[in-house]
DNA sequence: GCCGTTTTCGGCCCGACTGTTTTCAGTCG
């Protein structure tokens, strides 16, 4: 029997066969794969039950053809297909692509004339200097394939969202300072504040003729390390942390239809190019306009473009082409939660714990915040959990809390915890302790390895205490670092919706869980949530727009989390 | 290989930059 393939695994498939198509020269057909593919990995079903219900040929960029090779990857794990073409071109070659500089055509080159097909030969051969008479390369090319292997080495390949919002803001701040400056942001992935970026794009609209002089001013910023490409419009950099940052310069004019572009996603770019032709437009960063006449019509900003499509506007985190564009279209788009409609955090650790500053200082943050409420939610004493607190601690820090509440105006202060759930379901506190708190997290922290099956029947098992409140990072990944557990998410979705535990979206960098595709899965259970910052010091409270961003990228809206609720509200549903 | 308020055949997103070239292909986003 094959092993069971994830709706990813059969992606990569899919991609794998497009990148092999696209190296053999195939024109067109890579497109159809790779749209196919990424289809299947946006789907919040599960690929199999969609097959099972003969409906594959239905999902969008699927037709007869890839639909007969799903069947296949489906059923036996693997693709004779695509066998076939890793014959064909050559192991090794498709990594070669994924060096900056070299793409299909080149990567094919190189294994035909020279054998190529790792990356170690190929820095051999750059070494040996036989890359340079080979006809399309010359010596800069070899130079450039050296220093690009040299720099992947101690390089990461993403970078956690959280870590990069700083850098991103710092050097759009610097910029800013710039008399030529009239407008700059933040575009592309770290706009629509994806949990990892792979680089940082930022878009400037300067007076005319003096793009140069922007160019000039970010190129040389301090924390450049080497400038890859300088032009009049387009400059990349790499700063010394090892993060590519590119900038855009275009006119007043442009700023808006520029920033729609380099914002993306790439997909959803396409998308809406699609529906601009449909028109009998022609769509690209500068503009729209007429495909016969070459005439260019006027677009005011984003709204405005997205107007002129027939659209009404689609919020940056929403744009990855994951149907939110037919969603817009029919008018089913959710008005996703605005940033400023999280009135309370109710996730935050104290000195007592783990944190590093006390309640009443966290209070005071939180207070600065606008906020009418928070929840201490400490860790529950557990073997592996630093600085748990015990049902002594707890009732020591019952007292500190109220002192603080008697201090305080406009903000309430929470007794919560953050129990841990142990292999069999159960938490780590008596029920007599549970019942005396405001609010009791229940997350995962031992064990994430457990087999699907038997996770599923723990966390279930833990959300049928009757104390448990939220579900704390229900899918238990750590950004870049781990994989999220092995857990069937849709069942317990639906019995968390049932039992009216509501699921934390945890705001700390390396979190962001519940995942954005988790929400929207779990909004068609009529799930709740509850977003944390997790911060383990005031300063971190500001991780809730990390919470809050994926909520939005989860299409998740204000009414549908229960901290936009006010403070009278929150307590009714913690009584519930 | 997919798809259709111009199409069941003939299209398939668009522009900047680089390095190699004497006018442009390849790569990238």
């Not at 557990?382 to 002594?392: D, K, V, Y």
């Amino acid at each position: 029997m094959a092993a069971k393939m994830d709706n990813r695994e059969v992606a990569a498939i899919l991609y794998e066969v497009a990148d092999l198509l696209e190296i053999k020269g195939v024109g067109f057909k890579p497109v159809a794969y790779r749209r196919a593919a990424h289809v299947i990995e946006t789907l919040t079903e599960d690929l199999a039950k969609v097959c099972g219900r003969d409906e594959l040929e239905e999902l969008p960029g699927i037709g007869t053809h890839i639909a007969t090779k799903i069947r296949e990857i489906l059923k036996k794990g693997s693709l004779a297909y695509l066998d076939r073409l890793r014959q064909e071109v050559g192991p090794g070659v498709r990594e070669l692509a994924g060096i900056a500089g070299i793409g299909p055509k080149k990567a094919m080159v190189l294994h035909q004339k020279l054998g190529i097909d790792s990356i170690d030969a190929l820095e051999a051969a750059a070494r040996e200097g036989k890359i340079r008479i080979i006809a399309g390369f010359g010596e800069k090319s070899e130079k450039n394939i050296l220093a690009e292997i040299a720099a992947r080495k101690g390089r990461a390949a993403r970078f956690l969202l959280g870590d990069m919002l700083p850098v991103a803001e710092k050097i759009r701040s610097a910029l800013a300072l710039l008399p030529e400056v009239r407008q700059i942001s933040p575009a592309g992935s770290i706009r629509r504040m994806k949990e990892t970026i792979g680089d940082i794009d930022i878009l400037a609209a300067a007076h005319e003729g003096s793009a140069e002089a922007v160019m000039a001013a970010f190129t040389s910023l301090p924390e450049v390390d080497r400038v890859l490409g300088s032009g009049p419009t387009k400059s990349s950099v790499v700063l010394a942390s090892g993060v590519q940052v590119d900038l855009r310069v275009v006119s007043e004019e442009q700023y808006g239809t520029a920033l729609q572009y380099f914002t993306g996603s790439k997909d959803h770019n396409i998308a809406l190019r699609r529906r601009a032709l449909d028109r009998g437009w022609s769509l690209s960063e500068y503009g729209v306009k007429e495909t016969k006449t070459g005439t260019n019509l006027p677009v005011t900003g984003e709204e405005d473009l997205y107007r002129m499509l027939g659209l009404p506007f689609i919020e940056p985190e929403l744009r990855e082409n994951r149907g939110e564009i037919e969603a817009a279209e029919k008018g089913t788009l959710p008005s996703v939660v605005p940033y400023d409609a999280v009135r309370g955090d109710l996730h935050l650790h104290t000195n007592r714990g783990d944190g590093e500053d006390p309640v009443r200082e966290l209070a005071a943050a939180a207070k600065a915040r606008g906020y009418g409420y928070i929840a201490v939610c400490d860790h529950a004493e557990s073997p592996g959990i630093p600085r748990g607190l015990n049902p002594e601690k707890i009732a020591q820090q019952q007292k500190e809390i109220e002192a603080v509440n008697r201090e305080l105006d406009g903000l309430v202060v929470l007794h919560g915890i953050e129990c841990s759930i142990g292999p069999d379901g159960s938490l780590n506190l008596p029920a007599k302790v549970l019942g005396d708190l405001d609010l009791v997290i229940a997350s995962v922290h031992s064990l994430l390895r457990m087999e699907a099956k038997e996770m599923t029947e723990r966390v279930t098992a833990a959300l049928h205490n009757d104390h448990v409140d939220v579900l704390g990072h229900p899918a238990g990944r750590l950004l870049l670092k781990r994989e999220p557990a092995a857990l069937d998410l849709p069942a317990v979705f639906e019995a968390a919706a049932g039992l009216g535990i509501a699921l934390e979206i945890n705001g700390s960098p390396s979190r962001m869980d519940l995942p954005d595709s988790g929400c929207r899965k779990a909004r068609e259970y009529g799930a709740r949530f509850a977003l944390g910052s997790d911060a383990h010091a005031s300063a971190a409270l500001r991780q809730m727009a990390l919470a809050a961003a994926t909520a939005r990228r989860g299409w998740v809206s204000a009414d549908e989390i229960v901290n936009t609720r006010s403070p009278a509200d929150l307590r009714a549903w913690l009584g519930r």
